[in-house]
């Protein structure tokens, strides 16, 4: 089994920083697939950033160049640090897991850009 916790999320002023968390209760060298996702109140859940195993990432239009997503295998974490927030950043963000078995999703975590 697999348990993702989410953290780092909290109110920033626009083109702050924040630096989110997906830690992994076991080894995240089974997942091959880790995603970051986003969803705003009246809006539909989107994928931000991703990152294989191999380290490919892939991010959405909206956040290249202010989005890193990373991973530390000895710490089976996956990271999300964002930068020059936007208001329009806010939302909740979950972090996803894909396994050859099976999915798993965090609880989520909220980031509200506001003056």
């Known amino acids: 089994q697999v348990q993702l916790v989410e953290s780092g999320g909290g109110l920033v002023q626009p083109g702050g920083s924040l630096r989110l968390s997906c830690a992994a209760s076991?080894?995240?060298?089974?997942?091959?697939?880790v995603g970051w996702y986003r969803q705003a109140p009246g809006k539909q859940r989107e994928l931000v950033a991703s990152?294989?195993?191999?380290?490919?990432?892939n991010y959405t239009d909206s956040v290249k160049g202010r989005f890193t997503i990373s991973r530390d295998n000895a710490k089976n974490t996956v990271y999300l640090q964002m930068s020059i927030l936007k208001p329009e950043d806010t939302a909740v963000y979950y972090c996803?897991?894909?396994?050859?078995?099976?999915?798993?999703w965090g609880q989520g975590t909220q980031v509200t850009v506001s003056s």
């Open positions: 990152i294989t195993t191999g380290g490919s990432t």
């Open positions: 996803k897991a894909n396994t050859v078995l099976k999915d798993y």
């Open positions: 076991g080894s995240i060298f089974g997942m091959y697939r």
